[in-house]
T-cell receptor, first 114, second 109 residues
Framework: NAGVTQTPKFRILKIGQSMTLQCTQDMNHNYMYWYRQDPGMGLKLIYYSVGAGITDKGEVPNGYNVSRSTTEDFPLRLELAAPSQTSVYFC?????????????FGPGTRLLVL | DQQVKQNSPSLSVQEGRISILNCDYTNSMFDYFLWYKKYPAEGPTFLISISSIKDKNEDGRFTVFLNKSAKHLSLHIVPSQPGDSAVYFCAALGNQFYFGTGTSLTVIP
């Protein structure tokens, strides 16, 4: 049982490049989330999904896109990378909305945009 | 606007003593609160939680206290151990999870 996995662990992008951060969970969780953590800050929600085919914006969605074609995968797309997107990105999953069960986090992807 | 606040960026405690980490929130509609622990280069991991219908929850060395009237929660670690050195985030559940900025705890052997 791998839990939540994220790839890559680290990436350097040039301004204007695009990339996809991958996230996979093997716990059959309905809810999945993408957060970013900037230095000295808490986690900010970018996008979330309540199930396959359903996604919604969080606090800081600008510059990102997501899709959820399967229960397991929730990729995050950066189309035109900007220095402001330099951050650590965490993916998380959770069983279902009514449950107060906690989120399970992946190990994070560190992104540097130069 | 930061709805969950941790006003102490760092805390140092001697091994064996009590560590107290504090968290304040602004939204009275939050009904569930959690503490996460984070080591460098890893994702946050769940530590302990408390429902708004309770004022205390205990799990081994970790106790969370909730004061709803003050919109304040705290995490007590007794006794503190060097392995507890990490960043601790509090979070609150409303229509989504809201996280504080974290407190870096150092337990000195």
């Amino acid at each position: 049982n791998a839990g939540v996995t994220q790839t890559p662990k680290f990436r350097i992008l040039k301004i204007g490049q695009s990339m996809t951060l991958q996230c996979t969970q093997d716990m059959n969780h309905n809810y999945m989330y993408w957060y970013r953590q900037d230095p000295g800050m808490g986690l900010k929600l970018i996008y979330y999904s309540v199930g396959a085919g359903i996604t919604d914006k969080g606090e800081v969605p600008n510059g990102y896109n997501v899709s959820r074609s399967t229960t397991e995968d929730f990729p995050l797309r950066l189309e035109l990378a900007a220095p402001s997107q330099t951050s650590v990105y965490f993916c998380a999953s959770r069983p279902w909305r009514g449950s107060q069960e906690t989120q399970y986090f992946g190990p994070g992807t560190r992104l540097l945009v130069l | 606007d930061q709805q969950v606040k941790q006003n102490s960026p760092s805390l140092s405690v001697q091994e064996g003593r009590i560590s107290i980490l504090n968290c304040d929130y602004t939204n009275s509609m939050f009904d569930y609160f959690l503490w996460y622990k984070k080591y460098p280069a890893e994702g946050p991991t769940f530590l302990i939680s408390i429902s708004s219908i309770k004022d205390k929850n205990e799990d081994g060395r970790f106790t969370v206290f909730l004061n709803k009237s003050a919109k304040h929660l705290s995490l007590h670690i007794v006794p503190s151990q060097p392995g507890d050195s990490a960043v601790y985030f509090c979070a609150a559940l409303g229509n989504q999870f809201y996280f504080g900025t974290g407190t870096s705890l150092t337990v000195i052997p």
